[in-house]
Nanobody, 118 residues
Framework: VQLQASGGGLVQPGGSLRLSCAAP?????MGWFRQAPGKDREFVAA????????YYASSVRGRFTISRDNAKNTLYLQMNSLKPEDTAVYYC???????????????WGQGTQVTVSS
């Protein structure tokens, strides 16, 4: 199963970006993780199979919104009020369990770079 992430880029502080992740089918729980230079990959947000439950890291809660369109088998991450510390490679993931732990995901996208800088 191959996930395809897109939508990254360079944005100024305070700006917005929307990431997308295309899946070959409706897999289950899905999530976003990120890895900044020199740091471990960390949890950002997750969404349940139905889309009825969402979870966020405290560092992004209130600024980022995760959603999914099951008709299009696509996951989204709307990122507002971006900060320089949001700079990272963002990865989408999917798996039957979902949640905030990387070990609960079986499938990963290739990553898309988000750079927040003036």
């Amino acid at each position: 199963v191959q996930l395809q992430a897109s939508g990254g880029g360079l944005v100024q502080p305070g700006g917005s970006l929307r990431l997308s992740c295309a899946a070959p089918g409706r897999i289950g729980g899905m999530g976003w993780f990120r890895q900044a230079p020199g740091k471990d990959r960390e949890f950002v947000a997750a969404i349940s199979w139905s889309g009825g439950s969402t979870y966020y890291a405290s560092s992004v809660r209130g600024r980022f919104t995760i959603s999914r369109d099951n008709a299009k088998n696509t996951l989204y991450l709307q990122m507002n009020s971006l900060k320089p510390e949001d700079t990272a490679v963002y990865y989408c993931a999917a798996g039957p369990l979902g949640g905030n732990m990387q070990s609960r995901y079986d499938y990963w996208g290739q990553g898309t770079q988000v750079t927040v800088s003036s």
